[in-house]
């Protein structure tokens, strides 16, 4: 396979006023409204989905569709496209910049560059920046402060790496059941969502980052199932959605947010049409997208689709044109995850009548308005007056403290918690994941007790009881440690198989020495590790949650963290 020489281009090419809609072709507006999914803009996927595509080819995409903006980060390195081949599985962060700022010179509009970076920012997709606390840990530390500076600090590392858009925060309330409990800051409780998410999001589009509200119109107390697999729906009559979610939603509308993102979710309450029926999902309602969120709840910015790739969206039409149409006619203004060919179909449908053009005005005008707002349009934009090693430091410090601040308490039957250095010679640690790369994230824990004088035995999974037994005649401290998170494992949000297997023997012995803990799904202690008598949540598995879990153990922090969600469930409503 032959690769071409990578050009970098360091500046735009071209500097360009805020364009007048006069001035744009059909076909260039319509380009505004879209984002192609990397795997057809990097692969030649019409022959050989391994085959990249050149700086040309790209180039000529580019030109021709005048795209307002592209997907970026980790959906590219995931799908293989050898970019950076010493990345391991992630992306140079300059060369990313590079890259971006590269395709935005082909452009006659700045391009948006957007990533989901969604749950521990900029670190999880570009090599050399922060993986930070996620979203429970942030509603866990209740810090409007911190937050505001982790926004700012968050966004400067995603500039870093030639990012603008940021498809977060999710603002979603959900039940215990859903995906959605371990994506927003605090579920349970609209008024510190809506002050510590409002905090957030000023501190990111403060330094020229676009936020991004999601997924609306949100979802209710009841529904767990994943608009990924199937069709969910949100049952809240209006008065019961408007009471919590839909008032989280005009709060953070009202407080500046620039983009929101629309899910697949249905509404019936709002719009009980029925497609092959099942309720229409809220992308494709009228009713929906213009008469409640840009009419009734007054929303001024940019309205982007969830991917369209998704089943509850793929499943509502059979024809992609038809789909493509639909999304645009409800009044969303950007199309997430589109396939090439989509500028050309909509343009058809344009000319045809099928389409407004009026439609495509408003959209195209509401992108260009937040690029001005962003600063796209000012020369030095893609080159950030701070450099990423800079901003990381700060960025390390503040999610330490944040990390610190957060770590819960759950339950301390015994009074083991904080142990004494001197009484502990040796731990145990046990893992229980469905990611098998999470025993090698658990060494930065191991290094934490040996740095304490502790010598540790590292375990995947509990075999049966003599394992349990030799535990505790081994151990001065066991720590049996639980790893799930959204879509870790892709479906229900659990342990099962042998990984919940090990529970049925742990803790029957050394009880009073060992501590369970949850660095994701924080109904571990509830739903699987109902034995255990010390419990911990720290809401993710990032090295500065880890350390803090430490230091917590041995008393050198307190345990100050406030649960983000409710720790026992209300039983009438299960």
């Not at 969830?306 to 203004?333: F, P, Q």
Request: hydrophobic share 35%; aromatic share 10%.
């Amino acid at each position: 396979m032959v690769r071409t020489k990578r050009k970098i281009v360091r500046k735009r090419m071209i500097t360009m006023k805020k364009p007048l809609l006069s001035e744009l072709t059909l076909r260039e507006k319509i380009g505004q409204c879209l984002i192609p999914y990397p795997w057809y803009f990097y692969r030649e996927c019409e022959t050989d989905y391994r085959i990249q595509r050149t700086d040309e080819e790209r180039k000529a995409l580019i030109q021709e569709n005048q795209f307002g903006a592209y997907w970026e980060g980790l959906k590219v390195a995931n799908q293989g496209v050898d970019l950076v081949p010493e990345a391991a599985g992630k992306l140079d962060y300059e060369t990313n910049r590079q890259m971006l700022a590269m395709h935005s010179s082909w452009t006659k509009i700045p391009a948006l560059m957007a990533a989901d970076a969604e749950h521990e920012g900029a670190g999880t997709q570009f090599n050399g920046l922060t993986s930070i606390c996620g979203p429970l840990a942030l509603g866990a530390a209740n810090s409007e402060q911190d937050l505001f500076e982790l926004g700012k600090c968050v966004a400067k590392e995603l500039r870093c790496a030639g990012i603008n858009w940021r498809w977060a925060p999710p603002v979603d309330i959900s039940n215990r059941f859903s995906l959605a409990v371990m994506r927003s800051i605090s579920p349970d409780d609209p008024d510190k969502m809506i002050r510590l998410t409002n905090s957030y999001i000023k501190g990111m589009q403060s330094e020229g980052l676009a936020a991004t509200a999601k997924h609306f119109p949100g979802n209710d107390r009841y529904e767990y199932r994943d608009g990924h697999f199937c069709n969910s729906i949100l049952s809240s009559s209006e008065e019961e959605w408007w009471s919590e979610q839909g008032r989280i939603f005009q709060e953070i509308f009202d407080g500046g947010v620039y983009s929101v993102m629309v899910g697949f979710t249905s509404f019936p309450a709002i719009d009980d049409t029925k497609i092959n029926e099942e309720y229409i999902p809220s992308a494709f309602s009228k009713k929906i997208v213009t008469d409640l969120l840009k009419g009734k709840m007054n929303f001024k910015g940019v309205v982007v689709t969830d991917a369209v790739e998704m089943a509850s969206c793929v499943s509502t039409y059979s024809d992609y044109k038809k789909r493509m149409v639909e999304l645009l006619k409800a009044g969303n203004d950007v199309i997430l995850g589109c396939e090439l060919r989509t500028a050309a179909l909509l343009e058809e449908a344009v000319l045809e009548g099928e389409l407004p053009e009026s439609r495509i005005d408003d959209a195209c005008q509401r992108i260009i308005d937040m690029k001005e707002k962003m600063g796209l349009f000012e020369d030095n934009y893609f080159s950030p007056p701070y450099k990423g090693e800079d901003v990381v430091k700060e960025t390390q410090a503040l999610n330490q403290k944040i990390a610190e601040k957060s770590i819960t308490l759950v339950r301390d039957k015994y009074g083991l918690i904080p142990v004494k250095q001197s009484d502990i010679k040796h731990v145990t640690i046990v893992c229980s994941s469905h990611s098998d790369g999470f025993s090698n994230e658990l060494e930065c824990m191991k290094k934490e007790f040996e740095a304490r004088g502790a010598t540790v035995t590292m375990q995947r999974r509990v075999g049966g009881k003599p394992d349990v037994k030799r535990f505790n005649e081994t151990s001065d401290l066991i720590i049996y440690v639980a790893y799930v998170a959204s879509h870790v494992p892709m479906g229900w949000p659990t342990l099962f198989g042998d990984e919940c297997r090990s529970y049925i023997y742990a803790f029957g012995e050394g009880r009073e020495k060992s501590i369970g803990v949850s660095m994701g799904y924080p109904y571990i202690h509830y739903d699987i590790m109902g034995n255990a008598p010390a419990f911990i949540n720290t809401y993710g598995k990032n090295p500065d949650s880890m350390k803090a879990f430490v230091k917590a153990v041995y008393g050198e922090i307190p345990l100050v963290g406030e649960s983000p969600v409710k720790l026992i469930p209300d039983h009438m409503k299960w």
